[in-house]
Structures are given as structure tokens and as C-alpha cells.
């Protein structure tokens, strides 16, 4: 099956500073990509997403490109702020063409704090 | 619009006590996913369902643990007997398939267990 390692936490950061959270993954074919964002006692929501190589998801000032060639889908924002502070998660859609549910494995989680 | 609603937020048991976490998902959403959150091990995918139906329960820790879908509108995790190595934080998360992948995962805000 898909795996997915992402960039180990705790990322500290200055307001205003760039971001970059790395995320690879491994698949036998072309998966979906996700990020999804953890706020303090919240569950996980979506942030961005891509579903082909090449694609750039953004939202609320991220953003990632799907990389086939070196299999990776790094998170970016150029100017962070402190309500960015969460935890966030890259997951792999391992079978965006099936027509059923298919398994959605979650990284390890990257926990980001912003200093004001 | 009602999220995904997961109950009860908070539930500390015993050792050897029955637990039954419930969901009930996004009204039309035909795909369920139970996770489970622990600092140690991350987010961890139990069990999903399709229609209802399960289809991959292989990350169910082992037979104390059981989920059921009766209908599209509900959903329970159930522990029996619980153990203190089964406090977490289990996430409830559902989808609309629409034969492209899961696409979008809606979670609840979760149930956090504590096993004295």
C-alpha cells in the first residue's frame, strides 16, 4: 500500500517568516494528494488538495504542487501568521478512481507554532 | 449544515468496562472512516466503511475492538473490554464517494477516552 513520511515537528517560526513542510510519498500508481490542518481540540480538516501531477492546491494563503518525479507534495505559505499554529497532516488518496472508498493513510503529523 | 457528530466528547471508564463511541455522519455522505489518535502512534485508520458496508477493518487493534453501520446515519466503535492502552482520542470521519476516490474526509471532533 501507499506510505507518506513527512517532515518531522516541532516547527518553530517567527510571524512573517516562510514555511516550508516536506511530505514524500510512495505509490504504485497516481494518487490524490491532501493536506489536511488540526487546530487545538478540533478534529482534522481539509486545507489544500491536488489530484494530478503538476496541479497546485492552495488555500488561505498555502500551497502545494503535485510532484510525480520526485513523488512529493511539499507544503508552503510565504508570510505566516500566529493562527496558523496547528498541526499538519499530507495523506495520499491511494485509488482516486475507484468507485468506492478507498484508504486514506494520514503522515505522522507536523506541529507548527508561530511566534507573535 | 451538521458536521459529522460524534458522542460523547469525553468518556473515562475502567479497566475492563465497555465502551461504545458513536457517529453520525454527513446527511448524504455514503463513505465512513474511524481513526484513532495517540501522541505515540499518530493518527491510525481502524476501519472504514462504503454503503454501509465495511471494507478494510485491518487496522483494528485486535478482537476487543468492533464497528457496526446499521444504517447510513449511524455508526458505533465499540471496545470491549477496555484496557489503558486503548486511550486516545477517536476521530469519526465520512465522505461522498463519487466514484473518483473518497475525496474530502469531514471529521468530527472526536471522542476522547480515558482508561483508568
Known amino acids: 500500500g501507499d506510505s507518506v513520511t513527512q517532515m518531522e515537528g516541532p516547527v518553530t517560526l517567527s510571524e512573517e517568516a516562510f514555511l516550508t513542510i516536506n511530505c514524500t510519498y510512495t505509490?504504485?500508481?497516481?494518487?490524490?494528494l491532501f493536506w489536511y490542518v488540526q487546530y487545538p481540540g478540533e478534529g482534522l480538516q481539509l486545507l489544500l488538495k491536488a489530484t494530478k501531477a503538476d496541479d497546485k492546491g492552495s488555500n488561505k494563503g498555502f500551497e502545494a504542487t503535485y510532484r510525480k518525479e520526485t513523488t512529493s507534495f511539499h507544503l508552503e505559505k510565504g508570510s505566516v501568521q500566529v493562527s496558523d499554529s496547528a498541526v499538519y497532516f499530507c495523506?495520499?488518496?491511494?485509488?482516486?478512481?475507484?468507485?468506492?472508498?478507498?484508504?486514506?493513510?494520514f503522515g505522522s503529523g507536523t506541529r507548527l507554532s508561530i511566534r507573535p | 449544515d451538521a458536521g459529522v457528530i460524534q458522542s460523547p466528547r469525553h468518556e473515562v471508564t475502567e479497566m475492563g468496562q465497555e465502551v461504545t463511541l458513536r457517529c453520525k455522519p454527513i446527511?448524504?455522505?455514503?463513505?465512513l472512516f474511524w481513526y484513532r489518535q495517540t501522541m505515540m502512534r499518530g493518527l491510525e485508520l481502524l476501519i472504514y466503511?462504503?454503503?454501509?458496508?465495511?471494507?478494510?477493518d485491518s487496522g483494528m487493534p485486535e478482537d476487543r475492538f468492533s464497528a457496526k453501520m446499521p444504517n447510513a446515519s449511524f455508526s458505533t466503535l465499540k471496545i470491549q473490554p477496555s484496557e489503558p492502552r486503548d486511550s486516545a482520542v477517536y476521530f469519526c470521519a465520512s465522505s461522498y464517494n463519487t466514484g473518483t476516490g473518497t475525496g474530502e474526509l469531514f471529521f468530527g471532533e472526536g471522542s476522547r477516552l480515558t482508561v483508568l
Open positions: 446527511s448524504g455522505h455514503n463513505s
Open positions: 495523506a495520499p488518496d491511494e485509488n482516486p478512481g475507484s468507485s468506492s472508498a478507498s484508504k486514506i493513510i
Open positions: 466503511f462504503n454503503n454501509n458496508v465495511p471494507i478494510d
Open positions: 505509490a504504485t500508481g497516481y494518487p490524490s
